[in-house]
C-alpha cells in the first residue's frame, strides 16, 4: 500500500516532506485539501508549494505552512498571514457565557433592531481592526455580545446558536481536510452537485454496498460523476483489483481520482476502455487505438519511449479482453451515467460472471423506469429493485428532545437506484417474461 514504516517522517513546514505512509494523516507537497471554513463555505485546492491559499476576507496564507502538519486539525490565520493551530477556546465559544436562567424562554425579545449598542460604524471598524491584527475574532465577539442587549434574555440553546453565527462571520478558523470518497462527495453535493449527478453520500454508502465490491474485484464501470464513483470503487478496493471504465472517448474525465492519496499500486487499478473495445476480436485488440506516432519526427529516446508506451497500453488491453469478453470474469455492473441505462445494461450484461450485482445510479426516476421493466422481464437478472435515496438532518436541543426540529434547508432527494444480480437462467426455466408485482 506504501513505503515502509521504517522511512522518517519530517515536521518541518518549509521544507518538502517525505512520506511516511499513504496513512499517516500528513499533508504533503502537491496534495489536494478540502478546506472548511468556520463560516460553511469549502474550498478545494493543492498544496503547491509557492501557491498561496485565499479564503477572501477571512486571509490568506502560503501553502507551504501547512505542508508537514497533520489533517484534520483546526488551524487559525494570524494577521501576518501565518498559520498555527487554533486555540481551543477560539474553536468551543468557551470565552463566552452561554448559561441562562431556567427560566428564559426567549419571549421577551424584540425584533426591533435596537437591541444592540454598537453602531454601525463601530462594528465596521472592529472589523478593519480585525483584518488589520488589532483585534482577533474572539475579542470582536465578546464586544458585541456585551453591546447586545438582547443576548441576556435568550436561552442557553439560542445564546450558543448566536455565538455560533457570530463565529461563522468573523472567525479566521478553518479546518483541512483530507480527500477520501466521503469528503469529496459532501463537498461535491454542498458546492458543485450537477458535477456529480447530484449523488448524495447516502446514496454513495448504497451504491457500494449493492455493488459489492471488495479488495480484488474487476468491476465494469460507466461513470459520469467526475470520477466520484470511480474513486469510491478504488478506495473500496484498497490497491487490489482492476477497474473497467468503459466510455465513448480515448479517455474519461475523471477529476475525483487526482484528488486522493494513492496507494503505489494504485494507478495500475484503472483501465479506461471505450465502447467499441467490445466488439474487437482478439486479434486487432488495441491496434486502432494505439498506433505509434509517425507524424512528427521525434528523437530517439522519445520514439523508444513513446513505442514502449504504446505497447504496454496494447498488451494491457488485451488482458482486459482475455478478462471481460473471453473469460467473463466481471464481477459486477456499476453505472452512474448520463446514457441510456437500458442500452447500458443491454451491451454490458453479456460480460458479467453469474451472480454479479448491477447497479445503476441516476438522480431522475424516469431514466431508471425503463430499464427497471426490461431487467424484470428478463431471465437473467433476479432481485430487481428500483429505491430512492431519502434522508432528514435534524437539530436536536440537548437535554431536551422536544425542542428537536429538521434543519430548515436540506437537499430534497438523494436520487434513485436500480439494483439487481445476474444469474444464469436454466435450461427448464419457463420462457414467458416475468411481471412486476403490483
Not at 437591541?115 to 472592529?126: F, N
Not at 469528503?183 to 446514496?203: A, F, M, Y
Not at 474487437?280 to 512528427?296: I, L, S, W
Request: hydrophobic letters at 35%; a neutral charge.
Amino acid at each position: 500500500m506504501g513505503p515502509s514504516d521504517t522511512e522518517p517522517v519530517y515536521a518541518q513546514a518549509t521544507a518538502p516532506v517525505q512520506p511516511q505512509s499513504d496513512e499517516d494523516g500528513i499533508m504533503r507537497e502537491n496534495d489536494w485539501v478540502i478546506f472548511q471554513m468556520a463560516s460553511g463555505k469549502a474550498k478545494l485546492a493543492r498544496l503547491a508549494l509557492e501557491a498561496t491559499i485565499d479564503f477572501g476576507k477571512f486571509g490568506r496564507f502560503k501553502a507551504r505552512e501547512l505542508v508537514g502538519l497533520p489533517f484534520d486539525m483546526p488551524y487559525e490565520i494570524d494577521n501576518k498571514s501565518h498559520v498555527h493551530p487554533a486555540v481551543r477556546s477560539a474553536i468551543l465559544g468557551h470565552s463566552f457565557d452561554v448559561q441562562a436562567d431556567k427560566d428564559a424562554n426567549n419571549q421577551k425579545i424584540q425584533d426591533n433592531g435596537r437591541s444592540q449598542k454598537l453602531t454601525l460604524e463601530e462594528i465596521e471598524r472592529l472589523k478593519e481592526e480585525m483584518i488589520a491584527g488589532h483585534a482577533n475574532a474572539t475579542e470582536v465577539i465578546g464586544k458585541i455580545l456585551e453591546n447586545s442587549t438582547s443576548y441576556a434574555l435568550k436561552t442557553t440553546f439560542a445564546k450558543e446558536k448566536y455565538v455560533r453565527r457570530k463565529q461563522k462571520k468573523f472567525s479566521r478558523i478553518f479546518h483541512p481536510i483530507r480527500p477520501t470518497a466521503r469528503t469529496i462527495c459532501h463537498h461535491l453535493s454542498q458546492k458543485v452537485p450537477t458535477k456529480g449527478l447530484e449523488l448524495r453520500l447516502d446514496t454513495l454508502t448504497q451504491l457500494l454496498s449493492l455493488s459489492n465490491v471488495r479488495a480484488g474485484s474487476r468491476p465494469l464501470l460507466v461513470d459520469s460523476t467526475a470520477g466520484l464513483v470511480a474513486a469510491s470503487l478504488a478506495e473500496r478496493m484498497g490497491g487490489h483489483g482492476v477497474i473497467y471504465s468503459i466510455h465513448d472517448t480515448e479517455s474519461n474525465t475523471l477529476d475525483c481520482l487526482r484528488y486522493l492519496k494513492w496507494p503505489r499500486n494504485a494507478p495500475d487499478m484503472l483501465c479506461h476502455l471505450k465502447w467499441s473495445f467490445l466488439a474487437e476480436t482478439p486479434q486487432t485488440v488495441g491496434e486502432k487505438d494505439f498506433v505509434p506516432r509517425k507524424d512528427f519526427q521525434l528523437s530517439e529516446e522519445a520514439q523508444r519511449l513513446h513505442d514502449q508506451r504504446v505497447a504496454e497500453r496494447r498488451a494491457r488491453h488485451r488482458v482486459a479482453y482475455q478478462e471481460i469478453v473471453t473469460e467473463r470474469r466481471c464481477d459486477a455492473l456499476v453505472v452512474a451515467s448520463y446514457f441510456d441505462p437500458t442500452m447500458v445494461v443491454e451491451r454490458l450484461l453479456p460480460f458479467l460472471a453469474p451472480s454479479s450485482p448491477i447497479v445503476i445510479y441516476s438522480p431522475h426516476k424516469e431514466l431508471l423506469t425503463e430499464c427497471f421493466t426490461a431487467l424484470r422481464a428478463s431471465p437473467e437478472v433476479i432481485n430487481t429493485q428500483l429505491t430512492e435515496s431519502w434522508i432528514r438532518e435534524y437539530q436536536v436541543q440537548s437535554g431536551n428532545s422536544a425542542g428537536s426540529h429538521p434543519l430548515m434547508m436540506m437537499s430534497g432527494t438523494g436520487g434513485f437506484l436500480l439494483s439487481g444480480v445476474k444469474v444464469t437462467p436454466s435450461s427448464s426455466a419457463p420462457s414467458t417474461p416475468r411481471t412486476s408485482s403490483p
